[in-house]
Structures are given as structure tokens and as C-alpha cells.
């Protein structure tokens, strides 16, 4: 649920905690605060708060000094992660008390507030309501073809089947049909619904509820992918080739290895079935061609087969649907890019 939850979002908030031990913990190698932070960025969400909570716990309570030694750290690994901090607000907070969360506190004298960088300028406060106040919305893509992963799909007494998601690309309007992916099915949409209004179009960044007419709710499932049955419509992939990299994991990767990927709010274990190539994380140069093996650290081109019909797309045509994170051993072991899509029947 996390992770679907997250390949929606536009915004992160980080909870750190400020106790002893539970935020060594979090940002330990294979700790919680980390994996949240690196999913996040790898499921394409750009803006990340951070909330340092449990102040009133620090010893002494309220401690600067422990306060500092937190954002210092949670900076570091935001940074290789790949998010620029100068843009990421840090605020300290006691959620149990209500310190600093919608009035400036009067607990940390020594707080002088949050500052951050944007394209846009710079925007500055004290507390986590004013920071969530200055949240940009993104730029969203209207004249791309219309992608819609499902989140659930609800069975509805006396309306039907009424499936649930997030708009990614294009336009969704009463009257369509699409075509759902990997299902192979198409439907007319009745009507949409957003917080239990109705919508005669709905745009991208929209998380809506739509009926559907003449279908079963046992034929669709999360993870499926709704499109214009007229426009491009969506289509499960045989295989795709994507760049990885290899974050954490114990022993060797070669080929046959099948993790479980998590996109868009799909997850299907899928194969490495070709290691192509061995890539510098840096430049993206070629270091090796069919590497043998790959390793924690490396980053690499490489083929990838569903076990199970599964609807991805290219990250150049559609980003959304276009990102992945790897997970096995119950932790994140890759994050990748998919580069090229080979789709079934073609």
C-alpha cells in the first residue's frame, strides 16, 4: 500500500523521528526512513518535506543540538539519493503536542525556521501547515493519450463496477471507451465521480472513480491500466529493456533473477532474462557488454520478462508508467528506468 500510495503522490512527507535509536534505526542500511525516501524519488515524486518529529523526546527535551545532527544526516542520504536539498524544507515538530505544527512554536528559541530554493524563487516559514501551504503543483501532460492505473476496483449496489486511480497523462471524459491492459477488455465509461462529485472531464493529477458499463469486477484488478481504446490504447508487454541499478542486495544478480517489480501500482515478478550491459552510474558510459554478473552499486542495461501479463510504457513516452523499483528479501534491491517496450502481438 505504501508503494502504490506512492506512485501516486505528487508530495512526500518524511517523518523522521528524533528519539535515540528510532531515527538511527530508520536511516539505518536497511532502515525504513531510507527505502520510503529512495521509492519516493524513484516512483517520480520531486518534492520531499521533511518533518523531524518526537521533539519533546530528544534528551533534553527540545534539543537543538540533536535537531541539527538529524537534518545532517537525513541531508546526506537525501542527497545521493538524488534530491536536491537546497529545496527540501526541514521542520521540527512535536505531533504528540501539537509543537510547531500550525502555530510557531515556543519550545525551540533556537529554531529560525525553513528556507528553500526553487526554480520558482525562494519561499520561507516557521511551521509544517506553512509548508504544505507552499507546495507547487506539477506540470501536469493533457495532450498525451490517457494512462490510467488502476488503484482498486469497487463493486458499487445499484451503479456497478466503478474502478479507482490516478489520471497520468490525457483525458477522461463520460461517453469514452478504453481499453483496459493487460486484461485485454474494452468499456464505455458512464460516469466520473472525484470526492463524490461528478465530472464531465477529468484531467491529469485527478484521482478518480468512474462506472463502466457490461463488466465484471473479477475481470479488472489493481495494477491494470486503462487507455482510449481509439488513441494508442495500452497493451501488456512480452518483455522490456530497462536501466538499473543494483541498490542493496546480498550476493550476485545474474541472469534468471526475479524480483518483484513495483510500477505504477502494479507488482509482478519479472525475470532478468538478458544482462546487456554494464553501464559507469556516473556518465552512462558502456563499461562491459553481457556482464556475467552484477553486484550492489552497479548500474546496467538489461532485459526483463513478466511472469504474468503486465502493462508498462517507455519513460521517454510516458514517465509514470515508465518507473520501477525491485524488491526482494524484503527490502528494494533495484530502481530503474524502462527504456523500450516490446508489446504483446506486435
Given at each position: 500500500n505504501?508503494?502504490t500510495?506512492t506512485?501516486?503522490?505528487d508530495?512526500?512527507l518524511l517523518?523522521v523521528?528524533?528519539v535515540k535509536?528510532e531515527?538511527?534505526?530508520?536511516?539505518?542500511?536497511?532502515?525504513q526512513?531510507?527505502?520510503?525516501?529512495?521509492?519516493a524519488?524513484?516512483?517520480?515524486?520531486?518534492?520531499?518535506?521533511?518533518?523531524v518529529?518526537?521533539?519533546?523526546?530528544?534528551?533534553?527535551?527540545?534539543?537543538?543540538?540533536?535537531?541539527e545532527?538529524?537534518?545532517?544526516?537525513?541531508?546526506?542520504?537525501l542527497?545521493?539519493?538524488g534530491?536536491d536539498?537546497?529545496?527540501v524544507?526541514?521542520?521540527?515538530?512535536?505531533?504528540?503536542?501539537?509543537?510547531?505544527?500550525?502555530?510557531?512554536?515556543?519550545?525551540m528559541?533556537?529554531?529560525r525556521?525553513?528556507?528553500?530554493r526553487?526554480?520558482?524563487?525562494t519561499?520561507?516559514?516557521?511551521t509544517?501547515?506553512?509548508?504544505?501551504d507552499s507546495?507547487?503543483p506539477?506540470?501536469?501532460?493533457?495532450?498525451?493519450?490517457?494512462?490510467l492505473p488502476?488503484q482498486d476496483?469497487?463493486?458499487?449496489?445499484?451503479?456497478?463496477?466503478?474502478?479507482?486511480?490516478?489520471?497520468?497523462?490525457?483525458?477522461?471524459?463520460?461517453?469514452?471507451?478504453?481499453m483496459?491492459?493487460p486484461a485485454?477488455?474494452?468499456?464505455e465509461?458512464?460516469?466520473?465521480e472525484?470526492?463524490?462529485?461528478?465530472?464531465?472531464?477529468?484531467?491529469p493529477?485527478?484521482n478518480?472513480?468512474?462506472?463502466?458499463?457490461?463488466?465484471?469486477?473479477?475481470?479488472?484488478?489493481r495494477?491494470?491500466?486503462?487507455?482510449?481504446?481509439?488513441?494508442?490504447?495500452?497493451s501488456d508487454?512480452?518483455?522490456?529493456?530497462?536501466?538499473v541499478?543494483?541498490?542493496?542486495?546480498p550476493?550476485?544478480?545474474?541472469?534468471g533473477?526475479s524480483?518483484?517489480?513495483?510500477?505504477h501500482t502494479?507488482?509482478?515478478?519479472?525475470?532478468?532474462?538478458?544482462?546487456?550491459?554494464?553501464?559507469?552510474?556516473?556518465?552512462g558510459?558502456?563499461l562491459?557488454?553481457n556482464?556475467?554478473?552484477?553486484?550492489s552499486?552497479?548500474?546496467?542495461?538489461?532485459?526483463?520478462v513478466p511472469?504474468k501479463?503486465m502493462?508498462?510504457?517507455s519513460?521517454?513516452?510516458?514517465?509514470?508508467?515508465g518507473?520501477?523499483a525491485?524488491r526482494?528479501?524484503?527490502?528494494t534491491?533495484?530502481?530503474?528506468?524502462?527504456?523500450?517496450?516490446?508489446?504483446?502481438?506486435?
Amino acid at each position: 500500500n505504501m508503494i502504490t500510495g506512492t506512485s501516486q503522490a505528487d508530495v512526500a512527507l518524511l517523518v523522521v523521528s528524533a528519539v535515540k535509536g528510532e531515527y538511527e534505526a530508520g536511516v539505518s542500511r536497511s532502515g525504513q526512513t531510507r527505502e520510503h525516501a529512495l521509492l519516493a524519488y524513484t516512483l517520480g515524486v520531486k518534492q520531499i518535506i521533511v518533518c523531524v518529529n518526537k521533539m519533546d523526546m530528544t534528551e533534553p527535551p527540545y534539543s537543538q543540538k540533536r535537531y541539527e545532527e538529524v537534518v545532517k544526516g537525513v541531508r546526506v542520504f537525501l542527497k545521493k539519493i538524488g534530491y536536491d536539498t537546497n529545496a527540501v524544507p526541514f521542520v521540527p515538530i512535536s505531533g504528540w503536542l501539537g509543537e510547531n505544527m500550525i502555530t510557531p512554536t515556543q519550545k525551540m528559541p533556537w529554531y529560525r525556521g525553513w528556507k528553500v530554493r526553487l526554480r520558482e524563487g525562494t519561499a520561507n516559514g516557521n511551521t509544517l501547515l506553512e509548508v504544505l501551504d507552499s507546495i507547487k503543483p506539477p506540470v501536469r501532460t493533457i495532450n498525451k493519450p490517457l494512462r490510467l492505473p488502476l488503484q482498486d476496483v469497487y463493486k458499487i449496489g445499484g451503479v456497478g463496477t466503478v474502478p479507482v486511480g490516478k489520471i497520468e497523462t490525457g483525458v477522461l471524459k463520460p461517453g469514452m471507451t478504453l481499453m483496459f491492459s493487460p486484461a485485454k477488455l474494452t468499456a464505455e465509461v458512464k460516469s466520473i465521480e472525484m470526492h463524490h462529485q461528478g465530472l464531465d472531464t477529468a484531467l491529469p493529477g485527478h484521482n478518480v472513480g468512474f462506472n463502466i458499463k457490461n463488466m465484471s469486477v473479477k475481470n479488472l484488478r489493481r495494477g491494470d491500466v486503462a487507455g482510449n481504446a481509439q488513441h494508442d490504447p495500452p497493451s501488456d508487454v512480452h518483455s522490456f529493456e530497462a536501466q538499473v541499478i543494483i541498490l542493496n542486495h546480498p550476493g550476485k544478480i545474474k541472469m534468471g533473477y526475479s524480483p518483484v517489480l513495483d510500477c505504477h501500482t502494479a507488482h509482478v515478478t519479472c525475470r532478468f532474462a538478458e544482462l546487456k550491459e554494464k553501464l559507469d552510474r556516473r556518465t552512462g558510459k558502456k563499461l562491459e557488454d553481457n556482464p556475467q554478473l552484477l553486484m550492489s552499486g552497479d548500474a546496467a542495461t538489461v532485459k526483463l520478462v513478466p511472469i504474468k501479463p503486465m502493462c508498462v510504457e517507455s519513460f521517454f513516452t510516458y514517465p509514470p508508467l515508465g518507473r520501477f523499483a525491485a524488491r526482494d528479501l524484503k527490502q528494494t534491491v533495484a530502481v530503474g528506468v524502462i527504456k523500450s517496450v516490446e508489446k504483446d502481438g506486435i
